[in-house]
């Protein structure tokens, strides 16, 4: 038999334990499902610039995107944390855990927050039997972690999925990622053949004088050259 102090300590550390399995269970579930988001979007996002060389305006909105999910998980764990659980609230989740407890902890919790002493009495009577039938709440049941398990799992997959796409071709999905998160560096889809330095860089010459432009290139060599300039003539040409 077990006095009434030792039972309301009980049941108040049993309160807490279920206070801080929501609390973390739900910060862990926030922080899961931002990393399925972000892995998914920045994954659909390096797939679509490797295909199409999206546009720069593709690059805002992927930025704009990433930063919306941070600010809205941020937002989430700001409330998780501001939020204070109402004891009768943590009772109810706790019962999940006591079979066939039939809501008796519930009206314990409530009577024991009344001023009458007959009420109190009532509740100490409660608490006490609902601890000899359960010495060991289940507090598993309490807050199933199902649904984390599942924000995990999809999570993990964008996380795979970003790396499969940096190991079929490293350069290109690491230049994608830089797009998409600092789109203000007006960096250019990823090309096979890029262009080093040009020699000179700016050129100044009278009409009708010769004059050269030298290119130096790295990756795959390019097949063929365009020269497009609105001064271009006949006469101009290129030489490799």
């Not at 922080?31 to 593709?58: H, K, M, Q, Y």
Request: with cysteine; charged share 20%.
């Amino acid at each position: 038999m077990f006095s009434p102090m030792d039972t309301q300590v009980f049941w108040r550390g049993m309160l807490e334990r279920v206070r801080r399995r929501v609390l973390l269970l739900g910060v862990a579930e926030v922080l899961a499902g931002f990393l399925a988001a972000a892995t998914v979007l920045l994954a659909l996002f390096t797939a679509a610039d490797r295909a199409w060389r999206l546009a720069p305006g593709w690059c805002w909105a992927a930025c704009a995107g990433a930063w919306t999910l941070a600010a809205l998980a941020l937002t989430v764990l700001a409330g998780l944390a501001r939020r204070r659980w109402r004891d009768a609230a943590l009772a109810l989740l706790l019962e999940r855990g006591l079979p066939q407890a039939e809501n008796r902890l519930v009206n314990a919790v409530q009577l024991a927050e009344s001023t009458d002493p007959a009420a109190r009495q009532v509740a100490a009577r409660l608490l006490a039997e609902l601890r000899e039938r359960h010495p060991a709440p289940h507090l598993r049941r309490v807050y199933p972690v199902r649904r984390l398990a599942g924000l995990a799992l999809a999570a993990g997959l964008g996380t795979l999925l970003l790396g499969v796409l940096y190991l079929v071709n490293p350069p290109a999905t690491a230049q994608a990622w830089r797009r998409a998160l600092f789109p203000a560096r007006g960096e250019t889809a990823y090309a096979a053949t890029r262009i080093l330095r040009v020699v000179p860089g700016d050129l100044v010459v009278r009409r009708g004088a010769p004059w050269s432009v030298r290119a130096c290139v790295g990756g795959v060599p390019p097949k063929g050259v365009v020269w497009n300039s609105p001064a271009a003539t006949a006469s101009t040409g290129f030489k490799p």
